[in-house]
């Protein structure tokens, strides 16, 4: 029961990531993807199931966008567009296996959204600033390039929080409701 809820709700916040990405004008960095990291790494009690389900997610669904909505923007066919994203959202799921797994309160998942936001933030934005051109290759380059990228840190972090609170909020409500009709 509780591996096919987790794929379920996995599998709708894929869905929702794609179908953001239809909008006209799809609200940037409003992402179901950071969540379904930290999901995974908690929802999932084999290892192996943590790690692979949020980056079949994330794959999949970049294979998607990459090679249909944004093909306009790549010269043939994509399979991978960058290291650090990945890197990044590694980052977020080892966050979520460390220490929501373990402890799935509203703080800690709360604490560890936000961090997860973070974390795609500073690893995003240094691979911007790492070996470009457009800013200098020193700590005000660097500095200037996270600047840059502030704006798009807001809605990180209400994506996060946002879709954290779906994912997690539909996983225990429906354990619970489960619970409650085998305890009548």
Do not use: H
Request: a positive charge; aromatic letters at 18%; charged letters at 5%.
């Amino acid at each position: 029961m509780k591996l096919r809820l987790a794929l379920s709700l996995i599998a709708i916040a894929v869905l929702t990531r794609l179908t953001l990405n239809l909008l006209p004008a799809p609200p940037y960095n409003f992402s179901p993807i950071g969540a379904i990291g930290l999901f995974g790494a908690a929802a999932f009690s084999r290892k192996f199931l943590a790690l692979a389900v949020p980056f079949a997610a994330l794959f999949l669904s970049d294979l998607f966008l990459n090679n249909v909505i944004y093909s306009e923007y790549y010269s043939g066919f994509t399979f991978f567009t960058s290291s650090w994203i990945y890197a990044a959202f590694g980052m977020v799921v080892l966050l979520g296996l460390v220490f929501v797994r373990n402890s799935m309160k509203p703080g800690t998942i709360a604490a560890a959204s936000l961090g997860g936001s973070l974390i795609f933030f500073l690893v995003t934005n240094f691979s911007v600033w790492y070996g470009s051109t457009f800013y200098p290759q020193n700590i005000a380059g660097l500095l200037a390039c996270y600047t840059a990228g502030l704006p798009f840190l807001g809605n990180t972090i209400l994506g996060d929080l946002f879709f954290n609170g779906v994912l997690f909020g539909a996983w225990f409500w429906v354990l619970n409701r489960k619970y409650a009709a085998q305890k009548a």
